[in-house]
């Protein structure tokens, strides 16, 4: 059972937009502690994609975007692609536990 | 640019140990800490833990507290994860990356399969 919560899968269609929902509580994302994400295709390594909620590294297309809101955080792809099929991870840190906690992961499917 | 290079696959009896290594290039080792995360065949990510480069400190996730220790050789600018009393759950592949709040960028992982 994660920490963070996150659907365990979502798809669209090319071209269309997702959001990937996040979920924690007032000890991680409610307490004021920045959201992170990650991209995982498959067969390889982590990549991170957003960081500080909100920010894109250099390299990420805008086509992703993060936003955050009380003890939940969003990941939204807009003009879906073939290569976005992959799975998605959130992850913040939690006073309570005093670790980094990630979500369960979410796999996009692009129909 | 900057990377990290992680050690080759690994395969250890129960109760064994494992030492899985991290060199990193591009940037000054110092400057940023290395996180260890795991990823069990077909599971999420989940962390194990972090060192601080800079003055060796360390924080582990309780479950692995007395079986795991990380360090570093700043000489060679490389991080290293020891877990000893290797169990089957233990089969996964361990990813670093460097820290700085959030993870990037990550090593390409080493397979760790405990099998007797």
């Known amino acids: 059972q994660s920490v963070l919560t996150q659907p365990p899968s979502v798809s669209g269609a090319p071209g269309q937009r997702v959001t990937i929902s996040c979920t924690g509580s007032?000890?991680?994302?409610?307490?004021?502690?920045?959201v992170h994400w990650y991209q995982q295709l498959p067969g390889t390594a982590p990549r991170l994609l957003i960081y500080?909620?909100?920010n894109r590294p250099s390299g990420v297309p805008d086509r992703f975007s993060g936003s955050k809101s009380g003890t939940s955080a969003s990941l939204a792809i807009t003009g879906l692609q073939v290569e976005d099929e992959a799975d998605y991870y959130c992850?913040?840190?939690?006073?309570?536990?005093?670790?980094?906690?990630f979500g369960g992961g979410t796999k996009l499917t692009v129909l | 640019q900057v990377h990290m290079v992680q050690s080759g696959p690994e395969v250890k009896k129960p109760g064994a140990s494992v030492k899985v290594s991290c060199k990193a290039f591009?940037?000054?080792?110092?400057?940023?800490?290395v996180t260890w995360v795991r990823q069990a065949p077909g599971q999420g990510l989940e962390w194990v833990g972090w060192i601080s480069t800079y003055e060796n400190k360390t924080n582990y996730v309780q479950k692995f507290q007395g079986r795991v220790t990380m360090t570093t050789d700043t000489s060679t600018s490389t991080a290293y994860m020891e877990l000893r009393s290797l169990r089957s759950d233990d089969t996964a592949v361990y990813y670093c990356?460097?820290?700085?709040?959030?993870?990037?960028?990550w090593g390409q992982g080493t397979l760790v399969t405990v099998s007797a």
């Open positions: 992850q913040s840190y939690d006073i309570s536990l005093r670790d980094v906690v």
């Open positions: 990356a460097r820290e700085d709040d959030w993870f990037d960028p």
């Open positions: 007032s000890s991680n994302i409610g307490a004021g502690y920045d």
């Open positions: 591009g940037y000054t080792f110092t400057n940023y800490g």
């Open positions: 500080g909620d909100s």
